[in-house]
């Protein structure tokens, strides 16, 4: 039999027992640690909307709920309020942390236009509240407040030339007029963006060319664009002289196919499972490769660094002309086909290799079908490439002048025989260096334009 001292001492031991498994049990759901939230430091909102990643996170007690207001309006008229998100959690007050909600993260895609937002700023709230017994039950509150600006007036833009004539592949200048807020401008033919370049306060310069796959009466628009990526466009009159497609036929020998196809196939991890095949491969996988080197290569355009007609290659025959459209055949069957976008010329073997115009190095180095290759920036969006060459004699960075020595010719990549690969881009297009070649189609069509003059038509 317990006696009664004995009987209180454990009564007293057990509420103890109690006591401390039910401090150990509370305590946890007593934390302090506000929830984590998160988004971007600032919006800014133009008029072709914005989106955003907001996150609301506590790893104790889990969240109790999280919540996106926008709020704008100011002055003497009542702040408006737009609820983006209110979502409310099972709280974890029994349960424990384990059953909580520990994160909530949400896109949005913002449109200033849905939404009803007028231009001037705005205030994004994000809140949230954990499942802490904390503040008397109330938990623990973080709030972030994230600044936007709602700009979604586009800037000015108008064309100071008059009417422009190119040919397909050929390119051509264009004189605009942009408002203070524009914070790029430029052509746009289709896809093919061309940078424009400052000649006064508000006056602008951009060359452009017509790409040889553009449509039919392609689109041409001048655009600009200002910091929060509202855009103005203005068309301008373009008459786009079309050129007829000239289509040629070349054999593939047997040779060709063990000297230079498959040697370049396997270096290149693309060899196939008959010589035809890794020509095939060649032609097509690291032809597309080369060409995504050298769209790399070309940076942001810069001032110009060149000066009258670009020069062709000395002593030198065309033996392949600009745009012609390849077919390659094997036993008299069609296997592959390809656009040539620059002009081969053959000189002597190892024939000294010019830069056509001033400008500097971007690029000297191997790329693929095109062998050992050196690209010119020459400013204003124009780059030159000198293809297949044997040995260099220029680095990148280096400034070169028109007429000095960037190597000598060669049978480098996918090449039959010793000849140089000469080709003009403008911006990231190809075009025909026969203009550029001109000294007078330079003068009237470009420099007149870099002058203020207007240009002759042809």
Sequence with gaps: MIEGVELRAIIVLFAIAVFVACIVWAWPRFEGAAPVLSGPERI???AAGASIELGWED?????RNASAILRFGSGEGAQQEIALHDARFQGSAFSGPAAAVGAERKAFDLDAKALGLPDGQA???LTARDGSWSSFGDGNRSELSIPVIVDTKPPRVSIASGLTYVRRGGAAAVEFRVSADADRSGVRVGEAWFSGFETSDDTRIAIFAIPIEAADDPIVEVVAIDAHANEATARFDVRVQERETVEISIGLSAGFLERIAEPLGAAN???GSTPVETFQRVNTELRAKSEAVIA???GAPSAAQWSGGFEQMRNSKVTSEFAEL????NRKQRVSRARHYGFDLASTARAPIMASNGGTVIFADDNGIYGTLVMIDHGLGITTLYGHLSSLQVAVGDRV??????????ATGLAGGDHLHFAVLV???YADPVEWWDPKWVREHIESRLRNEPPLPG
């Excluded at 390849?326 to 055949?329: I, K, Q, S």
């Design 123 to 125: 205030t994004l709230l």
């Design 427 to 429: 911006g990231r297009t």
């Design 59 to 63: 790893s104790g007690s889990g969240l």
């Design 44 to 46: 800014e909102l133009g």
């Design 401 to 410: 002048t028109k007429g000095q020595e960037l190597g000598r010719s060669g």
């Design 269 to 271: 991890e693309m060899a």
């Design 326 to 329: 390849r077919h390659y055949t």
């Design 296 to 298: 790399a290569a070309i």
